[in-house]
Nanobody, 128 residues
Framework: QLRLVESGGGLVQPGGSLRLSCTPS????????IGWFRRAPGKEREGISC????????EYADSVKGRFTISRDSAKNTVTLQMNNLKPEDTGDYYC?????????????????????WGQGTQVTVSS
């Protein structure tokens, strides 16, 4: 079964940091772009970041730009999302998503329909 597994969520105070990780099961991240989404309570799912297959091109939503950093480690077959200076509005469920094999770019990165595989999500709560 092809799936993604996220980890690293938790409870953190405002201004704190968390590091989310995403690993695939049953396939590899080779030759595809990987994205992160989140769904805040009562809101629509939001695409927040993407890293292209090369690892050099990265996209961010304005809401996280300058605070979040996405990276990929091909050797470890892992994509991470480093989240700094977290705010209460960052609270939500965070999902990793992978495009189909050969879809290497981050074009339209915030559209959920361009991703083929999804994780179950990991919860992030930012609260004092």
């Amino acid at each position: 079964q092809l799936r993604l597994v996220e980890s690293g969520g938790g409870l953190v105070q405002p201004g704190g940091s968390l590091r989310l990780s995403c690993t695939p099961s049953g396939f590899t991240f080779d030759n595809r772009a990987i994205g992160w989404f989140r769904r805040a309570p009562g809101k629509e799912r939001e695409g927040i970041s993407c890293v292209a297959n090369s690892g050099g091109l990265k996209e961010y939503a304005d809401s996280v730009k300058g605070r979040f950093t996405i990276s990929r480690d091909s050797a470890k077959n892992t994509v991470t999302l480093q989240m700094n200076n977290l705010k209460p509005e960052d609270t939500g469920d965070y999902y990793c998503a992978a495009r189909g094999h050969g879809d290497r770019s981050c074009d339209g990165f915030s559209a959920s329909g361009v991703y083929r595989y999804w994780g179950q999500g990991t919860q992030v709560t930012v609260s004092s």
